[in-house]
């Protein structure tokens, strides 16, 4: 089988090597190919295939399309798979069928009933639980070291970049503060799209107690930390599934699995009355992670690869066509310069 990782984000690349791993161990070839200009380049490892250009995409011929974000434009061949970029289901458009997806790889019982749900008036696609690849690795890798690690408690601030969700301007003072009493060690991790004013002003905390995280690889930075500060995002998620608790600042959709907090100066009390998190908390922390990712076995890829050949052998059979969807796809056409067949 031939592979094409399309993405647009650094974040694929945690998310899809995996992928890449399993279908290379099957004798398979992965290619990746670049939309935008948001990708660092410099991410890609030696032994990679990077196609530059959508001529080179047809031509290298790809069975199947995996894709981490929202857009994948119809002229490429191969089947196309949405692999998910994250968990947050409470952001609007995470369950926004765009029209362009074969195969829907969901991570956990959860999501898998709301695209069946949402299959069933619009059935050209099919739906397959696999689990989410990034977190194949989450289990075993070893946690990320700095220079200035200590044994304090380690807090990891991870907010969301959206205006309307974010606690980064809400938290600074009182992050702030904290770091300068030392009780305990702050890493900070942005997303990518983090406003820079605000990525700037965290920088300057930056010292004993706090140590802004540069890398790509988020599993060593959760592995490192005993509790996390964050807002709405996905990776409250991704850190729920070590069994650590979670403290969110206005969520969006708060869960009992949550220590929620509406005021910054309520943040100390909700870090300090969890570490280390009662039976109850974790109690509820497990409850969540069963509708959300249920699988710890570190074979989410190959359960996605093993859906993919399977769809590619029966091809489109039972399914309606896909709507043409001229207009995003003349879109993705202008973006790419492709005005070819």
């Known amino acids: 089988?031939?592979?094409?990782?399309?993405?647009?984000?650094?974040?694929?690349?945690?998310?899809?090597?995996?992928?890449?791993?399993?279908?290379?161990?099957?004798?398979?070839?992965?290619?990746?190919?670049?939309?935008?200009?948001?990708?660092?380049?410099?991410?890609?490892?030696?032994?990679?295939?990077?196609?530059?250009?959508?001529?080179?995409?047809?031509?290298?011929?790809?069975?199947?399309?995996?894709?981490?974000?929202?857009?994948?434009?119809?002229?490429?061949?191969?089947?196309?798979?949405?692999?998910?970029?994250?968990?947050?289901?409470?952001?609007k458009g995470h369950f926004r069928l765009r029209n362009m997806f074969d195969l829907y790889c969901t991570q956990g019982p959860l999501f898998t009933a709301k695209f069946n749900e949402l299959r069933?008036?619009?059935?050209?696609?099919?739906?397959?639980?696999?689990?989410?690849?990034?977190?194949?690795?989450?289990?075993?890798?070893?946690?990320?070291?700095?220079?200035?690690?200590?044994?304090?408690?380690?807090?990891l601030y991870a907010p969301t970049f959206s205006p309307a969700l974010t606690s980064a301007p809400a938290l600074f003072e009182e992050i702030k503060r904290m770091v300068g009493q030392g009780r305990w060690q702050w890493l900070i991790k942005f997303h990518p799209k983090m406003d820079q004013e605000w990525v700037e002003r965290y920088r300057e905390l930056e010292g004993e107690n706090c140590h802004v995280v540069e890398t790509a690889s988020l599993a060593p930075v959760l592995q490192a930390a005993d509790i996390m500060v964050s807002d709405t995002s996905s990776i409250i998620t991704e850190f729920a599934l070590l069994s650590r608790p979670v403290v969110t600042f206005k969520n969006k959709a708060p869960e009992a699995h949550l220590v929620d907090i509406n005021l910054a100066d309520q943040l100390e009390q909700a870090i300090a009355s969890n570490l280390p998190p009662s039976p109850a908390l974790l109690d509820a922390i497990e409850q969540n992670v069963a509708q959300l990712h249920p699988y710890q076995d570190g074979k989410s890829s190959a359960r996605m690869l093993d859906a993919v050949e399977s769809m590619i052998k029966l091809g489109r059979k039972g399914l309606k066509p896909m709507p043409r969807n001229l207009f995003r796809n003349l879109k993705l056409r202008k973006k790419l310069g492709y005005w070819g067949a």
């Open 120 to 155: 069933a008036p619009h059935p050209h696609f099919n739906v397959v639980e696999t689990g989410w690849p990034k977190v194949d690795v989450l289990f075993d890798s070893p946690a990320y070291q700095w220079p200035a690690r200590s044994d304090k408690p380690v807090i």
């Open 1 to 91: 089988m031939r592979y094409l990782f399309y993405i647009g984000q650094n974040y694929s690349f945690e998310i899809l090597r995996p992928v890449q791993d399993e279908a290379r161990q099957r004798g398979d070839e992965v290619a990746w190919f670049i939309e935008g200009n948001d990708v660092n380049c410099e991410y890609f490892q030696s032994d990679e295939m990077v196609l530059d250009s959508i001529h080179a995409v047809k031509k290298f011929h790809p069975d199947a399309v995996f894709v981490p974000g929202n857009l994948v434009p119809r002229f490429i061949p191969g089947l196309k798979v949405q692999v998910f970029h994250g968990f947050e289901w409470k952001k």
